[in-house]
């Protein structure tokens, strides 16, 4: 009987950016001469395999094509940390936004997102935004945004604001420290 020659699997190398990894793509390669549109889908992540049926090169000639494995790689994002499906930003809030509540705009990769935030927030606390994480790649949905506040001291401080610094300190007469000893 005729036996075709076997055909193998390849595996390659490919990086996409961030927001890619978030929205998905469609990328061109080229493999033989031959241009194949490779769909990057949305919620992919570092070691991910994107497989391509039929899209590697032909081992010998009249022989068949195996698949293309493609081994992701995501570049880092310079202030969105992912953990697995989850997405954490850590986001400067001033000390009367801190201390008196606001209600500010959050970076998101659906757009900005307004949050409350309520009066006496400690710096270092969480709020969760449910479903404004990852894409997932299996199942559907998305994980969950995770907002971490951080209070930004002011620096260069005025001849007015730092006497309102010094009457602050003289009518708050509690020491957070005492339980120390």
Excluded: C, W
């Amino acid at each position: 009987g005729f036996r075709q020659p076997r055909s193998e699997d390849v595996q390659a190398p490919i990086e996409v950016s961030f927001e890619e990894a978030y929205h998905g793509s469609t990328r061109t390669l080229t493999v033989d001469g031959r241009r194949l549109e490779v769909k990057i889908p949305a919620g992919v992540d570092t070691g991910s395999r994107v497989r391509v049926a039929g899209g590697a090169p032909r081992a010998r000639p009249g022989g068949g094509r195996g698949d293309l494995y493609l081994m992701v790689t995501v570049h880092p994002h310079p202030f969105f940390e992912r953990k697995g499906d989850d997405l954490y930003v850590e986001l400067p809030l001033t000390v009367p936004e801190a201390a008196l509540g606001a209600g500010i705009k959050v970076p998101t990769f659906k757009g900005k997102v307004s949050m409350k935030i309520p009066p006496e927030t400690s710096s270092g606390k969480t709020f969760r935004l449910p479903g404004y994480g990852m894409p997932r790649l299996k199942g559907g949905g998305s994980g969950d945004q995770y907002v971490k506040v951080k209070v930004a001291l002011p620096t260069g401080l005025s001849d007015r604001e730092r006497k309102l610094f010094e009457e602050l300190r003289q009518l708050r007469t509690d020491n957070p420290r005492a339980h120390l000893g």
